[in-house]
Structure formats: C-alpha cells, structure tokens
C-alpha cells in the first residue's frame, strides 16, 4: 500500500486548507482546540457553511449531493478539518441514518430526506440503545403496533445524544414479539415534535447535558417512515453500525490531540524539567504515538475498499480508535497533575473570558477525561467488537 500523496493529492490538500483558512469562524476554532462546549448554533453554522461549498458529505455518491471525493481525498479533508480545529459534522445524519436510507430507503423517502440532512435542515438522534438493551441491542423492547396507515410507538431509549435539539430519531422497534429477537425488528424514522415523546437530561460526569432519555407514549408514526421491510430493521441496524464504527476511529482529531498533549507536556516540569524529557512519560507519549500511525494505516486500507460497505473490520478501528482516544486523555491528566483538579463549568460554557485558574489550556481535560470514558461503550462496547472479531473474521 502507497501511503505516499501525489501531486494531485496536495493539491487538494492545499485547495481544503485554503478553504478552511478562509472559511473556519475564528470563534469556533476557538473552542475546538481549547476543548470548550459547542452549541446547537455552533454546530449548525460550521455545517451550512461546509454545505455552501457542497463538502458537507464526503462519503455520499455525487447523485444524492456528495463532491465525489476519492478515499485518500476523504482522509485529507478529515485530517486538515482536525488540524484546523473545526466543529465535527455530527454523524447521526450524513454519516449514519442517510447511508441507511440510499441503500434500503424507497425514493421518496431519498428525495425528501437526503437534502435535508445535506443542508442541515434537520438535526437527527439516534434511538437505538434502552434500558437493559445496550450492547445486547437485539433485546429491545419498544414496540411499534400497526394501526391502519400508522404505527403507534411506546417504550424507551437511554443515552440518547443531543436529543435535545433533534427534529428527528431514528429509532429501532419491535414489531414482532413471536419470532427470534434479531428478526423481529424494523427501522422507523421519527419526528421529534410528536405528540407523546418525552425528553429528558442525562448530566454526564462532566456536568454537560450531552445526552438523554427519550419516552414514547403511544407516538403516532406515519407507516411510510418505515425503512425497507417490517422485520428486516436488524439487517438496517448493523449496516448503519459499520458506518459509526468506522468513524469513531476519529484519526484527525487524535493526531491534533496529541499535538496538543505533547504542548503541555513540554509546558509542564517534573524534577526542573519539562515532563517531555522524563523518559518514562515520553516513553507513553512515543506508544501512543505508534498506535496511532498503526491505526491510521489500518483505516485507510478499509476506506479504500470503494466498492464494499464497512464489514466487520470496523470493530477493529473502534476498539483501537477508542483506546487511542482515552490513553490520550489520560496523558494529559498525568501531564497537569494537581493542576488537573480545578473545574471550571463557567469558562467551558463561554461565560467567561478566561479559567479561572488562570491556565485555560488546563481547565477543561479533567472533564474532557471523564468524558471519554465513553468511547469503549458506544457504538457497541469493544467487549462486544471482539466477539464480532472472533467470529467473523477470525471464525472462531
């Protein structure tokens, strides 16, 4: 495999890099690379912005709105977004749901959906995990019951992130209780201003209000929101899956980071010396480090499958993707030491100018920490990944 650019490659690389330099809000960046809480608006303006320029799907076929980008292009935009520092374009809509869509949607579910999500029209959630049904997905229980031309929806879903500000869930339901569990799901599209969906926060360790639980109490679903066939939504469910995994593997936004751990830990001292030169901390930087060169040719070999949808070897990026990102974190922790104790919700919400402790860079990593505890979990726990490892690539 030639990892090496060609002249047509950074062109385009210095094409994306004049368009980020040009176009990326000074505010935004702002806050990406000090780890500060984005908003609703933050995330909507970096979109539409990205939509302008027609670049807000990589990934999509040039028939429903994507530039056509090959996947060495795709991996440069991604890479020079992440060192520019931009708002990331949430995947629950171009990333997740509309692959779903162009693949088992019928045309007009295409045609009025796909544009939507392009154009952030719509910010969509994700409704697959419940109470006792996380990485054991197939055990849901929120039911969809056919009535003449609609379903009608109850039950719950848990972890729910950025339900908040959705107009649309895309949900997974049990629309058969009398067969095998994986076959008795479908894939409904849902909107959030339905009459009987209840909204409620889940305030994370770090005290943001990034995810939720989302109840259904009899929800009216219009029949043709269905994706596909009724039953078949499992094979839908692990399609999408593949889509997020691949993603979560998160390269770019590793690579800045660990520029970034590498600046305050030269900015830090151990013994009268930056903690850089002490040779069993860079000894974990430089393991790292090598983890991620390694993870980051592993995911170029499978976007550069064009012609297959993600399979099962999207759990070996997500296991390692998401190790990579909470090792990161903890290194940055060990770099600040005491300094890591102060928390200062103020400064991270944008209410103030500065920490108050005077070290902006510190302020936010104990909470950027505890957040990432997350990774290993979402998006199916690597306990789980390794099973699908297992068995269908190793056919143990």
Not at 344 to 353: H, M, N, P, V
Request: charged letters at 20%.
């Amino acid at each position: 495999m030639d990892l090496t650019y060609t002249a047509a490659d950074l062109a385009f690389r210095d094409m994306v890099r004049g368009f980020l330099d040009t176009n990326l809000p000074s505010d935004l960046q702002k806050k990406v690379r000090n780890h500060l809480r984005l908003s609703r608006s933050d995330y909507v303006r970096w979109h539409q912005i990205v939509a302008r320029q027609g670049w807000a799907a990589p990934g999509w076929p040039v028939e429903y709105g994507g530039p056509g980008w090959s996947a060495t292009q795709r991996h440069i935009w991604e890479e020079e977004c992440a060192r520019a520092g931009t708002p990331p374009i949430l995947p629950f809509g171009v990333n997740m749901v509309a692959p779903v869509i162009m693949a088992f949607g019928n045309d007009a579910q295409k045609a009025h959906y796909l544009p939507r999500i392009l154009n952030c029209d719509d910010w969509w959630c994700q409704g697959y995990s419940e109470p006792g049904s996380g990485s054991d997905l197939a055990s849901l229980k929120t039911t969809a019951e056919r009535v003449g031309d609609h379903y009608i929806v109850n039950g719950q879903k848990t972890w729910t992130t950025l339900a908040q500000h959705a107009d649309m869930i895309f949900c997974l339901v049990r629309t058969d209780t009398t067969v095998r569990k994986q076959e008795g799901i479908s894939f409904l599209l849902i909107d959030m201003k339905s009459p009987g969906i209840t909204v409620r926060p889940i305030i994370m360790l770090d005290e943001d209000h990034e995810v939720n639980e989302v109840f259904f109490d009899n929800v009216k679903v219009p029949v043709q929101n269905l994706i596909g066939q009724e039953n078949k939504g499992w094979t839908y469910a692990k399609y999408l899956l593949g889509h997020e995994r691949t993603g979560i593997a998160a390269v770019g936004r590793s690579k800045r980071e660990l520029l970034f751990l590498k600046k305050i830990a030269s900015e830090h001292y151990k013994h009268g010396k930056p903690l850089m030169q002490d040779p069993v901390y860079a000894t974990k930087v430089a393991n790292v480090e090598i983890e991620l060169m390694a993870l980051e040719t592993t995911v170029l070999r499978v976007l550069t499958r064009e012609s297959h949808a993600p399979g099962p070897e999207a759990s070996l990026l997500k296991i390692r993707g998401s190790e990579i990102q909470q090792q990161l974190t903890e290194l940055m922790v060990e770099a600040l030491g005491p300094d890591a104790l102060p928390f200062d919700t103020d400064y991270l919400e944008g209410k103030a100018d500065h920490a108050v402790t005077g070290d902006d860079a510190a302020a936010p990593l104990t909470g950027y920490y505890f957040n990432y505890r997350k990774t290993s979990i979402y998006g199916g726990s690597n306990e789980i990944q390794k099973n699908i490892i297992t068995q269908m690539i190793l056919g143990l």
